[in-house]
């Protein structure tokens, strides 16, 4: 018989090691927030790149060939960003940040800065944040997208100051969104890979939230998770990701069918009940 949710959260309390509380985040959780996720039937993906599949568009290669088409898109997402608040689910994350202090580990999917504004602190972004940019040539390191550079509309063009705003001082080459493309590659330096693999190791229960788990870092991240010992509770109102058919027949998987920011609070509930957090 596999034990119930409170009894894990319980038995990870008291634990020593490989006790850290991990979370998992993907678009569905900053749904709530308005913003869309990617492939879904109202997913970003469709609206915003209606003349292109995904895997074309969303490319390093497509960018050096179509860098002003890219800045449209992406400061459609800047307005997006702008106009999205943090939900429940994001709040209710940091508050649980703050009951487990070291023995929590936010990982996500998300691009979007929703849960360091709702004031999580201690957070892996594996595919990068939109709020930030590099130079395309590497020459520079991770900055702030400059206060002048405005949102756009998806159809609106770039402005001579945009295109001004989007070259590097360095060297003269386009700026590019801070974002991992689906022709590159995980690496420590911008996206976390050891670092997140490390923490995969150290972790008892990894909550998934709001993700499908197509790219493979969430999957390689799931798999330590469960090779050293820990188990998996996925939050999702549907049985459609790569993890319920991955992992479902196994023991140290658990699905919980409901919206992310109601099972949060119950998460919370029981971990602020137990006597032993320190």
Known sequence: MKPTLQTLIQEN???????????????????????????????????GTQYHKPEEFGTFKYFSKNQEEVWQYNLFWKKLIEEAEPNQGHFTLSEIENLLDK?????????????????????????????????????????????????????????????????CQNCGDWLRPNTLWFDESYNEKLYFLNSTLR??????????IGTSGATTLPQMI?????????????????EDSYFFERFS??????????????ALMKIKDMIEKHETIV
């Open 13 to 47: 309390l008291q634990k020593k090691k490989k006790n850290l509380f991990s979370f998992l985040t993907g678009a569905g959780i900053s749904s709530e927030s308005g913003l869309p996720t990617y492939r879904g039937i109202d997913g970003i993906w469709i609206k």
């Open 103 to 167: 023995k929590f580990q936010l990982i996500t999917q998300n691009v979007d800065g929703l849960h360091q504004k709702a004031g999580s602190k201690n957070v892996f972004e594996i595919h990068g944040n939109k709020q930030t940019i590099r130079c395309a040539s590497e020459c520079s390191s991770i900055m702030l997208m400059p206060a002048e550079l405005k949102s756009k509309e998806l159809t609106e063009d770039l402005t001579e100051k945009d295109i001004e705003l989007l070259h």
């Open 199 to 208: 923490a995969a190791k150290k972790t008892g229960i990894l909550f998934i």
């Open 222 to 238: 799931a798999e330590t998770v469960l090779q050293y010992g820990g188990y998996l509770i996925e939050i999702n109102t549907e």
């Open 249 to 262: 027949g196994t023991k140290k998987y658990m699905l919980i069918k409901e919206r992310a920011s109601d």
